[in-house]
């Protein structure tokens, strides 16, 4: 059973500490792009540009990255259905950006690893940072966050759920022991 962790209103305020940290780290929003992992760093990526734009007057473009197609574990013989495929939409030219890739959870960094070769094939980036919601350990990579809105120590039997109001219907991280 999954108990919270964290509530909304302090999912919020970490949200807009990354957006304080992303604007001071960059020397103020100057050819940045953000671009949120599907599904739910979609929807992270969506309230920091929409942060920065209240915060700095100006519009961050965002992007929006399915990595399906280049996870290095989808073809381990316990994985006979293959992907669906979402939609990959970077309107925006990223050459020479300051990109900002944004993800809910980070774990075993596989997911970046996936998002960065992702993100190559549509553009060479200027700079990759990366920006998350929950940093809880347990890496195989060589992968370290920029932005981290919370570190959740965990053990590798639990599972951080993130939800958030515009895909779940409501607003919070919790913490589910898998035994």
Do not use: C, W
């Not at 209240?54 to 197609?69: A, H």
């Not at 993100?119 to 195989?140: F, N, Q, T, W, Y």
């Amino acid at each position: 059973m999954a108990h919270e962790i964290v509530d909304g209103s302090s999912m919020q305020r970490a949200l807009t500490r990354i957006t304080y940290e992303i604007i001071e780290q960059n020397k103020g929003v100057d050819n940045l792009v953000f671009v949120g992992i599907k599904t739910r760093g979609v929807y992270l990526a969506q309230r920091l540009a929409k942060r920065m734009e209240q915060l700095e007057g100006v519009k961050v473009p965002v992007g929006t990255l399915d990595i399906t197609l280049y996870r290095d574990d989808r073809h381990q013989p316990d994985h006979h259905v293959e992907p669906t495929v979402n939609a990959t939409d970077v309107d925006v030219d990223i050459n020479d950006k300051h990109v900002i890739l944004v993800d809910d959870v980070l774990y075993t960094g596989r997911t970046v690893r996936a998002a960065l070769d992702a993100l190559m094939d549509l553009g060479r980036p200027k700079r990759i940072s990366l920006a998350v919601l929950v940093d809880r350990g347990h890496r195989e990579l060589p992968i370290r966050p920029d932005f981290v809105g919370k570190n959740i120590p965990t053990s590798n039997s639990e599972t951080v759920h993130v939800a958030v109001e515009e895909y779940d219907g409501h607003e919070d991280i919790s913490l589910e022991n898998r035994n």
